[in-house]
């Protein structure tokens, strides 16, 4: 008995040192296994993250600070026309937004289809290949300009990118 007592001071301990909910034990069956109707309800209650947080927040000044800083425009201006890789690292970037775009704006807008991935399993992979491809197509197009500058100058450029249209959808 004292035993048992002992087991369940301690369990309690547990509870309170963890932040337990009272009742999180109750939705599991007798094997210690959860029950799917458990976590769903739990997944229900759950408040979404805000769209803008202080990462993405970050993320969006940090590439506006970039962008003045390091005169980007102004020098994509002067190197258009050198490279044929900044040519084909905009295009790759053009056919990547335009996909981000036609799966949040179309898909997830207009049609109402918030798992577009189960059915348009390409789009992700393809979008994912064409961005990556097109970051390796502008760090060799602008490596003369900004040197071992380069990759973080684009990541920063790219992760902004990336949070601005994290809002849309």
Known sequence: MDAKMDALR???????????ALDAEASLDGEGFARQGASA???KKQKPLPRLNIHSGFWILASIVVTYYADFFKTIKENFHTSSWFLVGGALLLLSLSIALFCILYLEWYRG??????????????????????GICFNIALW????????????????GVVMLISLLG
């Open 144 to 159: 003369p300009v900004w040197s071992f500058f380069t990759p973080p100058l684009l990541f920063t450029q790219f992760m």
């Open 41 to 43: 309800a739990v997944e």
């Open 113 to 134: 289809i918030g798992d577009y991935d189960a059915q348009y399993p390409a789009l992700i992979p393809l979008t994912t290949a064409a961005f990556i491809a097109a």
């Open 10 to 20: 301690a369990r309690e301990q547990l509870r309170r040192r963890y932040l337990f």
